[in-house]
């Protein structure tokens, strides 16, 4: 279904009441995931309370009754008590009630604030650090929170956006991006930290990062000196709908943000967490698998915490509605709908409105729990994002939801067999000399087209004298081998030999001399070939220029045959690789488990590629061994690179929206 239709559709499904919604169970339906109270076993639920629910919460009817409707959905071991948000404070005595009510229960209570001006048309607000006034509020919110809590999270609005005159002259000469860093240092130095630890040496006071980090250090988010400043930081792991977006939010960032920050702020050497979990709101859902998935990937990274934002949608007595998922409402799927429905334990109140948010994210919870376990340390292709980059936007994330795992760094990959290095890897000025390095040490380099261009004559040309010409061209027939008249279609069957009903693709024409370089993949547009992978041997190593498409959605219109020859490259010799369609997201794990998640809207089916001859597949989800694949027969390897390990393949289905655990055995 396209995106306006299922807008359509969402919208109409919104309206009907919940028991029209309901859908017969499925013959292959597991045990519903229990609706008691329980605790999970591998990681902790907080839930934020923003300051106007705060104050609300302050009314011990209020209290007992949203208390008992959020608990009984998701049993949540922690909250977030919010004090200060939009020049509305909580006043002491609020705060010191409903925290004892909390401890009461048996629930941690940590404090938060949200240092945000209100904002207008729904653009949000920011205070002004050159007036005297906001600077006096951020310090007062700051102490108050320090004052009742020993952890303070600051939710996600500590950025600088004002440009009143009073920021314009003291900006002076230095640019936007440079008067908004330096300034937001010394504002959480010394009107954030300063005033909270004078309240309250004790606190640990903990900065939460949200999810468009690649445009950060233009509004003063700063990831390098704040992220050390702050005793702990957090991570906005939301990616809500990820085609009506004006962030470029693909579902892998949901995963692959969390790894990203914990690089940032590692656990220390004392085992003290420096990234403490993620956070998903309810926001920009069009169906409530949608809302799973966030949570589910941020679990897959490993997060020890989820928090859910916020209590409102928690606790309230509303139903949540199931959204536009009629195209897999009947089948298998990880968030089954009927069985969070059926499951659901109704409250002593009347009138009881049936399973709302709150229900969502404990079904989701429950389900994921009992698989994360099984799961090692996430693994996946060094990629390397300098601190205050920012170019080929947000591309590891379009990556990871066509199926390439990415291990994020702010730190230059120097041990990996091999790195992928996107446009954000040109503010490091060493980085040509880094990339000699690797390659003289016998690595794979891998850089796109996007870091090739920014590199033009900073040194590159003394590797590889390959070019991007400023010509675009598009292309919807791609090759994979090189040779006059040689090589294989790497189009889709259903479409070759009837290129139009393709989308052709646009991308930069890179310029090579012919047997310096060789074009390993490459597209053909009339008569005249485009290297889409681009391979140079230098010293001991080989560096690959791999052409991203002008616009990164694109690489969802790729040919599969395509996008898994460029996997074989980047992932020779990873445990695991995914031959599949897009929108199939591979989690791999140091102890032989992998995840294989759908986001698609029909099951897939998904070839799994395994290192090794002989190994062994099992599905964890069912417990059933995999049934390995006939081996293919060997193609020329005149097309093919040296020394190429063995594998075993296996295929499988991928119901939609959901995942499947595997474990391989050897």
Request: aromatic share 10%.
């Amino acid at each position: 279904m396209n995106r306006a239709l299922r807008v359509a559709a969402c919208a109409a499904l919104l309206s009907l009441p919940l028991t029209a919604l309901l859908v017969p169970p499925t013959a292959a339906a597991r045990a519903t995931p229990s609706t008691a109270a329980s605790t999970y076993q591998n990681f902790r639920v907080a839930i934020y309370i923003a300051v106007t629910s705060t104050r609300q919460l302050a009314d011990k009817a209020t209290f007992d009754r949203e208390f008992e409707r959020a608990m009984r959905q998701t049993h949540f071991n922690k909250v977030y008590l919010e004090v200060y948000r939009n020049h509305v404070f909580a006043t002491d005595e609020e705060v010191t009630r409903v925290k004892k009510w909390f401890e009461e229960k048996g629930v941690q209570v940590s404090g938060g604030i949200t240092l945000a001006a209100g904002g207008e048309g729904g653009q949000f607000g920011t205070f002004d650090y050159e007036k005297p006034a906001d600077r006096e509020e951020c310090a007062k919110a700051a102490a108050l929170a320090a004052k009742h809590f020993d952890d303070v999270i600051l939710d996600d609005f500590f950025f600088y956006a004002s440009k009143s005159d009073a920021d314009i002259a003291a900006k002076g000469n230095r640019s936007w991006t440079q008067y908004r860093l330096e300034t937001m240092r010394q504002v959480a130095r010394d009107l954030v930290l300063k005033p909270a630890k004078a309240a309250n040496p004790k606190v640990r006071m903990i900065i939460k990062y949200p999810n468009w980090y690649e445009h950060f250090q233009g509004a003063g988010y700063d990831l390098e000196q704040e992220s050390q400043d702050f005793d702990a930081i957090y991570t906005g792991t939301e990616t809500r709908d990820p085609v009506i977006t004006d962030q470029l939010l693909q579902q892998y960032e949901s995963y692959e943000i969390y790894r990203y920050y914990s690089n940032i702020r590692p656990t220390d050497a004392k085992g003290g967490v420096g990234n403490g979990g993620g956070w998903v709101d309810t926001y920009s859902t069009l169906y409530v698998d949608r809302y799973a998935e966030q949570l589910w990937d941020t679990l897959f990274a490993k997060a020890p915490e989820i928090t859910l934002f916020n209590w409102r949608p928690m606790s309230e007595a509303e139903a949540v509605k199931p959204g536009d998922r009629q195209a897999w409402a009947n089948l298998p799927t990880s968030f089954r709908w009927q069985e969070m429905v059926s499951g659901y334990k109704a409250g002593a109140q009347a009138n009881d409105p049936g399973p709302g948010w709150g229900r969502a994210a404990g079904y989701a919870l429950e389900t994921v729990d009992k698989d994360l376990g099984k799961l090692g340390k996430p693994i996946g292709i060094a990629s390397y994002k300098p601190y205050q980059s920012s170019g080929e936007d947000f591309l590891h994330n379009y990556l990871g939801t066509i199926g390439i795992p990415i291990e994020l760094s702010p730190k230059f990959p120097t041990n990996a067999d091999v790195a992928l290095l996107t446009q954000a890897a040109a503010q490091d000025p060493k980085i040509v000399d880094e990339i000699k390095g690797n390659l003289v040490a016998g690595k794979t380099v891998v850089i796109t087209s996007g870091l090739l261009s920014a590199l033009k004559g900073k040194g590159i040309e003394d590797i590889a004298e390959v070019w991007d010409t400023g010509r675009k061209v598009a292309i919807h027939d791609f090759i994979n081998g090189y040779g006059a008249g040689n090589g294989d279609s790497l189009n889709d069957p259903a479409h070759d030999g009837v290129s139009d009903s393709r989308p052709a693709v646009l991308f930069p024409e890179i310029h090579y001399y012919t047997n310096d370089s060789w074009p390993i993949i490459r597209g053909v547009a009339n008569a005249k070939g485009f290297p889409i992978l681009l391979m140079n041997r230098y010293s001991k190593g080989v560096l690959y220029v791999l052409t991203m498409p002008d616009n990164p959605g694109d690489l969802y219109n790729l040919p599969q045959g395509l996008v898994t020859e460029i996997k074989k490259y980047l992932q020779q010799d990873f445990p695991v690789r995914l031959d599949s369609p897009d929108h199939v997201s591979l989690f791999a794990y140091d102890n032989d488990t992998f995840v294989v998640e759908s986001f698609r809207d029909q099951p897939v089916p998904v070839t799994l590629s395994l290192l090794g001859q002989g190994v062994h597949l099992r599905n964890l989800s069912t417990n059933a061994a995999i049934t390995a694949a006939p081996a293919a027969a060997p193609k020329d390897g005149k097309f093919r690179r040296d020394n190429v390990a063995a594998r075993t393949d296996f295929g499988v289905t991928v119901q939609p929206h959901s995942y499947q655990v595997f474990k391989i055995e050897r």
